[in-house]
């Protein structure tokens, strides 16, 4: 199994979760999808980065291909959320060219069925 670059020290900005994907007014539903499958919101996003973090090296990481400013990747996680529940969620990174550092620029809550690729 490949797992992603640098996993243990990949940087996940809190930003993309209370800025982004948990915020009602800026994401789009993708905070309906969190809350409803996994319990996570806006006051709680710390332990999804957390939950996040743990379970990055568990599972495989899928090259997405470069264009121009590093690989990405993509990895599909199974996460236990803070209401008990296990669902799928689809995290994309990037390896930065230039400093070598593994980031995370976007994640979502994904249906049961279906590949991460």
Same mark, same amino acid.
């Not at 209370?18 to 009602?24: D, R």
């Not at 980065?49 to 599972?59: A, L, M, P, S, W």
């Given at each position: 199994m490949i797992t992603l670059p640098n996993a243990s020290c990949a940087?996940?900005?809190i930003e993309k979760f =209370?800025?982004?994907?948990?915020?009602?007014m800026r994401s789009h539903g993708k905070w309906i999808a969190f809350r409803d499958a996994l319990?996570?919101?806006l006051a709680n996003a710390h332990k999804l980065?957390?939950?996040?973090?743990?379970?990055?090296?568990?599972?495989?990481?899928?090259e997405k291909g470069d264009k121009g400013f590093g690989m990405t990747f993509s990895v599909l996680m199974e996460l =236990?959320?803070?209401n008990g529940r296990t669902g799928n969620v689809l995290t994309a990174w990037i390896q930065d060219t230039e400093t070598g550092a593994t980031r995370l620029t976007s994640a979502y809550v994904k249906k049961r069925r279906g590949d991460n690729r």
């Open positions: 940087v996940i900005p =209370t800025e982004y994907a948990l915020h009602p319990g996570y919101n980065v957390e939950n996040i973090r743990q379970n990055i090296d568990k599972f495989p990481a899928y =236990t959320g803070e």
